[in-house]
């Protein structure tokens, strides 16, 4: 018997109990009594035992010990904590096996919890009074009826389970559990836990980086929890950094999740590898990138538009992008890359993840305040930035500040922000897609050919600042509150020039005869013209967008089993679109040819594939061409501009639970709710001040020249510098005038484009965590369902007495019209463990879009109808005619994807997948194909005309989307020095998107592959970077011509050499090869709609750390 102790058998009815207590702390009452009455019945007992029970469980809460102990039996065990504590422990001797042995290592970690690591697959009860720890025994964990209909592994499988914990008690992820000698093994889930078929004998090898690899045999229990050391000699040796670290980190993401999902990872705060979030993105397997000025924009996910992409930040929804040509695809441009720290794409949903990601869900993460590696931390980069076809140079930088207080509050400040001067140079044909038909006097068979020709110069000067703010605050262990904000602002300043040769007015009467060449699809792919009609213009803008994101949230541990979140967001992008000067002047020669020269085009050449054919004794810089004092020209400007101003906004509120309910493969229980009200607005003035032909002669008297490369640069034969009137000067006059505040009122033209839409949305969802074995095989994932009722409205205005709308034009007369819909959306997520490197993965799910805001609004327009300064219509139909349909519904998709997965020991990763979507109600654009009479407000007359017009409203459609996935990263660690620095990544995919009328789905691209090659080592680093993506049909509705965008590639280069432990020098280049982007319509290359160039982009500087 040890000293200090009291031991003794008490037999009552055959029940055995054991008592032992620390004679010290034991109560002398207490002792007293049961010397005196030691065989009353223990009832007696109990009952005045209880009596001290409340206190006494809020004092063990805050007990904690720390063990170390190898093959000890549970009395071993107990005594060692009675040896640490001021408790004592009373229990049956029949109801606990006492002399079952295990290993046990913890630190600083609490009873209770020490209790549950004892009996992991049984159910303890006990009381705890005053200082009393009263065993009653244990039962088994209970089991729901689902165990029944597909039992778990312990029913038919010898399984050894456990939990792996860190010197701290801390449970370590991603540990290696294999069986010596055999090729069985398990990797641990994010609670360090581990199950593995293994049988009594047998030695189970843990391992994991920077730990020991330990050695332990399986003994009887079926439990075997362990603790590892650190080994700080590995830890010395392998350090990840620059692009190993971000693979590493992304890899780490990929395999753990329990969906199909792809990540980018940031090595450190601050150190996203790309300049732009959607840059990043587009080395993800699946995902398509829109460019725009040699800067990611929008990101499409499988083969849908950036629509049905869902943008999150730390998982929470932000508003849709509030742009013209954009709907929902926000321009994720706007948040800086140096605030997030990862980015993950989820191609499966889970009943708990917002609804609206179709084509997938992108979830920026950003860093956390208490989770910074010391307590003060200093981050950023000062870069140049320089435009190889501007020649500017302009300066870049961020900056990241973190501190932690208290090791309870934290903070993190950023700020990213620069400026950009650059230059576009551009051919376009038609900003609409024109291409007009003719006849060519052969007895009515219709011909296409373009509309214009138009030599682009753009001038774009941008000026961003992104501001970040993250507070955390952890006052007990049960509390996390939390604030995220964000605030964005880009201003650009645009101004393009243009010299427009218009075919359009000629075809019938100056055609030279014998000269048109027609191709197998009716294209007139060649013609020349005696004369044409040349105009000169330019355009001076000034846009403004900014974004507010504000999140607050709070996490709270209400018990053992069950926590709880609070989370509120709000978010607003507004973009302000004005139009500060316009002038033109456009000019017929008029036999100002010599005899026998014409212009033309042939629709081939150069990267283009387009030639202007120039008359050779001509030039169209001469300025008499352009003299406003020729009665045969007609000149025209506008200043204070037309205005675009959007404003989307939402509200969200979102709760969700976590119960441990533990019911055979059932493991977590979480469900919750969220609450939207979203909201956009989108306002369009039109002209405000257009100016009579007595104002504009200063406009128009020097005339400015295009930069003198601008031919060259471009590569179209027949190309080269212009003159154009000065745009900025006809906004000065007219504000010198005070014409435009005169004007400002004038807010009824184009009122038609106004409109407002708005929905309220609840959803409510409920998802259980699974984890178990199969075929003998450990797995995890999830199943669930969500559940979303909307609730929408629109409000504009009807301008034609047509489809159903019954308003007479110019009423002007608001209507509103409505939807309401509740949808079930199930989700089902497996990833089977098949070994320690192979896994696979099923996902099954129903997902939904809401349609586009533009798609839905009760409004109506026409297109492209062009007057004079007299009011008349100058331009020649049919012309295309929208209206909108506030009774779409929501786009739905039935969704199947499998997936393999091969991770090998040197961290390098090979996948490939399936996937498979059934889409219901997506957005296909009925046109009549008759011409149709419209009516139209005269934005200069203000009187009604009737005009012929194509009539394209949107309605419901189905379509299938299907295709694969390969991807594979592979670090050559393995060669001799130096060679073992080099590594790869490559993905591809196939992406087969058709609608039921076997049309190309909008925004698809059949192939997309990437390919990444880089070196690193001694403190240098190179990574190379190439992007193809396959043709696609970028507008689908543009007029009465899709618009597709040619199959491109980029060529992308990175580069880091540290200087100092703190201190590294970086460079990047984007687009290195200066490749252009070019479009076309109807599917068909030869009809090319445009083709422009921005030069390469490079970024130099200095990335701090301290």
């Not at 006494?56 to 071993?76: F, G, I, M, R």
């Not at 730990?211 to 929890?225: A, D, P, R, Y």
């Not at 941008?462 to 993250?470: H, S």
């Amino acid at each position: 018997m040890l000293p200090g102790r009291i031991d003794f058998n008490y037999v009552t009815n055959q029940n055995h109990f054991k008592f032992m207590e620390n004679s010290r702390l034991f109560p002398r009452v207490l002792r007293g009594f049961l010397k005196k009455h030691r065989k009353m019945k223990l009832s007696a007992l109990l009952i005045l035992l209880a009596l001290f029970k409340i206190q006494a469980n809020t004092y063990a809460q805050k007990q904690k010990v720390s063990l170390d102990l190898t093959d000890a039996s549970v009395a071993e065990i107990f005594e060692a904590i009675e040896a640490q504590s001021d408790f004592s422990f009373f229990y049956k001797t029949e109801e606990i096996d006492a002399a079952r042995r295990m290993d046990l290592k913890v630190e600083q970690v609490k009873i209770k919890d020490v209790l549950d690591l004892m009996f992991p697959d049984e159910v303890l009860e006990y009381d705890i009074i005053k200082k009393q720890v009263l065993i009653k025994g244990v039962r088994p964990k209970p089991k729901s009826i689902l165990d029944y209909i597909w039992p778990s592994a312990d029913d038919f499988q010898a399984l050894v389970k456990g939990v792996v914990r860190d010197d701290k008690g801390v449970p370590l992820s991603g540990v290696t559990v294999h069986v010596k000698g055999s090729s069985s093994g398990v990797i641990t889930d994010f609670n360090g836990a581990y199950e593995i078929e293994a049988q009594s004998g047998d030695v189970l090898v843990f391992s994991f980086l920077g730990f020991k690899t330990i050695e332990k045999s399986v003994g009887s229990s079926k439990t075997l929890n362990v603790g590892m050391e650190e080994d700080a000699a590995e830890l010395d040796e392998v350090v990840l950094t620059g692009y190993r670290a971000s693979f590493a980190k992304a890899s780490k993401i990929k395999r753990e999740a329990n969906q199909v999902v792809d990540a980018i990872s940031a090595e450190d705060m601050g150190k996203m590898p790309d300049p732009n979030i959607a840059d990043a993105l587009q080395r993800v397997t699946g995902v398509q990138l829109t460019r725009q000025d040699n800067e990611g924009r929008e990101v499409s996910v499988r083969g849908l538009s950036s629509f049905f992409t869902k943008i999150t930040v730390n998982g929470s929804g932000i508003g849709p992008g509030a742009a013209a040509d954009d709907s929902d695809g926000l321009d994720v441009g706007l948040l800086g890359a140096d605030l997030a720290t990862s980015l993950e794409v989820y191609k499966s949903p889970t009943a708990k993840q917002i609804e609206g990601g179709v084509g997938g869900t992108v979830n920026i993460v950003t860093a956390k305040p208490l989770e910074l590696e010391k307590e003060t931390v200093i981050t950023g980069r000062l870069r140049a930035n320089y435009e190889s076809l501007e020649g500017s140079v302009t300066p870049d930088g961020s900056v990241q500040l973190g501190h932690i207080f208290n090791d309870k509050f934290g903070v993190i400040l950023g700020f990213q922000g620069g400026k950009r001067k650059y230059r576009r140079d551009a051919y376009h044909d038609d900003r609409s897609g024109g291409y007009r038909d003719t006849d060519l006097g052969q007895d009515g068979q219709e011909f296409l050919y373009p509309e214009k020709s138009r030599s682009r110069y753009n001038e774009r000067e941008n000026d961003q600042a992104t501001f970040n703010l993250a507070l955390q605050y952890q006052p007990t262990e049960q509390l996390n509150l939390y604030f995220n904000g964000t605030l964005s602002k880009k201003k650009k300043f645009r101004q393009f020039s243009q010299n427009e040769i218009q075919w359009r007015r000629m075809m019938d009467d100056v055609l030279v005869p014998g000269s048109a060449v027609v191709d197998e699809n009716n294209t007139i792919v060649e013609a020349q013209f005696s004369d044409i009609s040349l105009l000169s213009r330019s355009s001076v803008r000034e846009d403004t967008e900014e974004l507010k994101l504000f999140g607050f949230g709070a996490d709270y541990q209400f018990s053992d089993r069950l926590k709880g979140s609070l989370g509120l967001s709000y978010s607003q992008n507004t973009v302000e679109e004005i139009t500060k000067g316009d002038a033109r002047i456009e000019s017929r020669l008029n036999g100002l040819l010599g005899p026998g020269e014409t212009f033309g085009y042939r629709l081939s050449g150069g990267d283009a594939g387009f030639t202007l054919i120039n008359p050779t004794n001509f030039d169209i810089n001469d300025p008499d061409i352009y003299d406003v004092n020729n009665p045969d020209n007609r000149v025209s400007f506008s200043a204070g501009g037309s205005f675009d101003l959007y404003d989307h906004k939402q509200t969200a509120a979102q709760t969700d639970f976590t119960y441990d309910w533990n019911q055979g493969i059932f493991k977590e229980l979480e469900f919750g709710a969220r609450y939207l009200d979203r909201d956009e607005d989108r306002n369009r003035p039109g002209q405000i001040f257009t100016g009579e032909f007595s104002d504009v002669s200063s406009v128009f008297d020097n005339l400015r020249n295009s930069p003198s490369d601008y031919g060259e640069k471009l590569e179209i034969a027949g190309f080269g510098p212009f003159l154009y009137p000065d745009s900025y000067a006809a906004y000065e006059l007219a504000q010198s005038k005070g014409l435009i505040e005169s004007a400002a009122d004038r807010t009824d033209r184009l009122f038609e484009d106004n409109y407002n839409t708005s929905f309220d949305s609840w959803a409510a969802y409920v998802q259980s965590n699974l984890r178990g074995t199969m075929f003998g095989k450990p797995f995890r994932g999830n199943i669930g369902v969500r559940v979303v009722g909307t609730d929408f409205e629109s409000t504009g205005v009807s301008v034609v007495n047509d489809r159903d709308f019954d308003s007479e034009l110019f009423e002007r007369a608001i209507i509103t019209a409505g939807n309401q819909y509740t949808e079930i959306l199930p989700s089902f997520n497996i990833a089977l463990e098949l070994s320690d490197k192979f896994l696979t993965r099923v996902a099954l799910a129903r997902v939904m879009k809401r349609p586009a805001p533009e798609d839905t609004r009760a409004a109506f327009n026409v297109n492209d109808v062009e007057f004079d300064d007299t009011g008349e219509i100058v331009s020649e139909g049919p012309y295309n005619a929208f209206n909108g349909n506030p009774e779409l519904d929501p786009f739905m998709a039935n969704q199947v994807d499998v997936s393999f997965e091969y991770y090998n020991n040197s961290g390098s990763v090979f996948s490939a997948g399936v996937f498979f979507k059934d889409v219901k109600d997506l957005t296909a654009f009925d046109s009549n194909e008759e011409v149709v009479q419209v009516e139209i407000l005269n934005p200069i007359t203000l009187e009604p005309e009737v005009v012929d017009a194509i009539l394209t409203s949107p309605i419901n459609a189905d379509g299938t989307i299907k295709g694969f996935e390969l991807s594979a990263s592979q670090f050559f660690s393995f060669l001799p020095s130096p060679f073992d620095g080099l590594g790869m990544q490559a993905n591809f995919t196939y992406t087969d998107a058709k609608d039921e009328n076997d049309n190309v789905i909008g925004g698809t691209s059949e192939k997309v592959y990437n390919a990444i090659a880089f070196y690193e080592k001694y403190g240098f680093g190179i990574r190379f970077a190439y992007n193809f993506r396959d043709a696609f049909n970028e507008s689908p509705n543009r007029g009465i011509n899709g618009r597709w965008t040619d199959a491109n590639q980029r060529f992308d280069l990175s580069a880091f050499y540290e200087i100092t432990k703190n201190l590294s020098f970086t460079i990047e280049g984007i687009n290195i090869t200066n490749e252009g982007n070019r479009s076309y319509l109807d599917g068909i290359p030869n009809r090319l709609n445009q083709y422009e160039i921005n030069g390469t982009r490079w970024l130099a500087g200095l990335r701090f750390k301290f």
